[in-house]
Nanobody, 121 residues
Framework: QVQLTESGGGMVQAGDSLTLSCNAS??????????LAWFRQAPGQDREFVAS????????SYADSVTGRFTISKDNTKKTVSLRMYSLRPEDTAVYYC????????????WGRGTQVTVTS
């Protein structure tokens, strides 16, 4: 399976920016058509989709709540997925997870352990 490790989380003020990174380590990562994504989960809330990018085409998708503020990117050579977050709001406070899945799968298959993002007023 793909092993994922997130980094870059921290505590910031509302309006600040933060960039999260996810490093992947697996031979399967480079051998298959993949979707790379970020999810987040606040305490007591369900995990929600944030953004995704196709490893093969670069096509992106964003949740309505982050469109225009967050940007997802990838580096296939370095096996990294990044999430640049701008104009952060307290509502963005959550544990952020990176995830991957093969194109033919409906559910994401590999998950990182998460990195905490806290946005203060």
């Amino acid at each position: 399976q793909v092993q994922l490790t997130e980094s870059g989380g921290g505590m910031v003020q509302a309006g600040d920016s933060l960039t999260l990174s996810c490093n992947a380590s697996s031979r399967a990562f480079g051998d298959t058509t993949m979707s790379l994504a970020w999810f987040r989960q606040a305490p007591g809330q369900d995990r929600e989709f944030v953004a995704s990018i196709s490893k093969n085409t670069g096509a992106t998708s964003y949740a309505d709540s982050v469109t225009g503020r967050f940007t997802i990117s990838k580096d296939n050579t370095k096996k990294t997925v990044s999430l640049r977050m701008y104009s952060l709001r307290p509502e963005d406070t959550a544990v952020y997870y990176c995830a991957t899945k093969r194109f033919c799968r409906s559910a994401y298959e590999s998950w990182g352990r998460g990195t905490q993002v806290t946005v203060t007023s």
